[in-house]
T-cell receptor, first 110, second 116 residues
Framework: KNEVEQSPQNLTAQEGEFITINCSYSVGISALHWLQQHPGGGIVSLFM???GKKKHGRLIATINIQEKHSSLHITASHPRDSAVYIC????????????FGEGTQLTVNP | NAGVTQTPKFRILKIGQSMTLQCTQD?????MYWYRQDPGMGLKLIYY???????DKGEVPNGYNVSRSTTEDFPLRLELAAPSQTSVYFCASSYGTGGGVMQPQHFGDGTRLSIL
């Protein structure tokens, strides 16, 4: 079993829908990261959080430390949101090194 | 700002050849990382560095070497290319301290490497 599990693996939505991607982890962490990988391959950090909730535009990330679970929400989805979304954790014992989930492929159709 | 720059973007190697993947960053980050990404799998850490002159192995270091002679540069060396090293390679950098201060990682655009 991977230390970081994401669901679903693939997600197709219609433009305007509310989207949720889930991430569960089985290790102690100092921070959880959400990353976006564009169709061209580039990777961008969206959020780094260790508690509570963060919001940036239409994206919201939440984390529940007790349940070892995080969610990434996209409101009013748009075709330009189509990308792979990756959850990663900084483990308590490994400093800044990240352990990655396998990613969620999101496709938003117009 | 250039951020993290990787060269080349694409390369095809024959089995047994060697090459160096270049990575440079202009953000004065002390931490740098090399990852590989295989289809359907999460990124795996190959090597990392917490500062000039200091490097350490990640999850999948076999077949690779690194050096960190300056803060800006962190090249990855493949000595004897094997088909199992066909992958997309990402370099990343971040600022951090041993006391637990950490900032998000910045990634390069990747190098797509095929070993035939």
């Amino acid at each position: 079993k991977n230390e970081v599990e994401q669901s679903p693996q693939n997600l197709t939505a219609q433009e305007g829908e509310f989207i949720t991607i889930n991430c569960s982890y089985s290790v102690g962490i100092s921070a959880l990261h959400w990353l976006q990988q564009h169709p061209g391959g580039g990777i961008v950090s969206l959020f780094m959080l260790s508690s509570g909730k963060k919001k940036h535009g239409r994206l919201i990330a939440t984390i529940n430390i007790q349940e070892k679970h995080s969610s990434l929400h996209i409101t009013a989805s748009h075709p330009r949101d189509s990308a792979v979304y990756i959850c990663a954790v900084s483990q308590e014992t490994s400093g800044s090194r990240l352990t990655f989930g396998e990613g969620t492929q999101l496709t938003v159709n117009p | 700002n250039a951020g993290v720059t990787q060269t080349p973007k694409f390369r095809i190697l024959k089995i047994g050849q060697s090459m160096t993947l270049q990575c440079t960053q202009d953000m004065n980050h002390n931490y740098m990382y090399w990852y590989r990404q295989d289809p359907g799998m999460g990124l795996k850490l190959i090597y990392y560095s917490v500062g000039a002159g200091i490097t350490d192995k990640g999850e999948v270091p076999n077949g690779y070497n690194v050096s960190r002679s300056t803060t800006e540069d962190f090249p990855l060396r493949l000595e004897l290319a094997a088909p199992s090293q066909t992958s997309v390679y990402f370099c990343a950098s971040s600022y951090g301290t041993g006391g637990g201060v950490m900032q998000p990682q910045h990634f390069g655009d990747g190098t797509r490497l095929s070993i035939l």
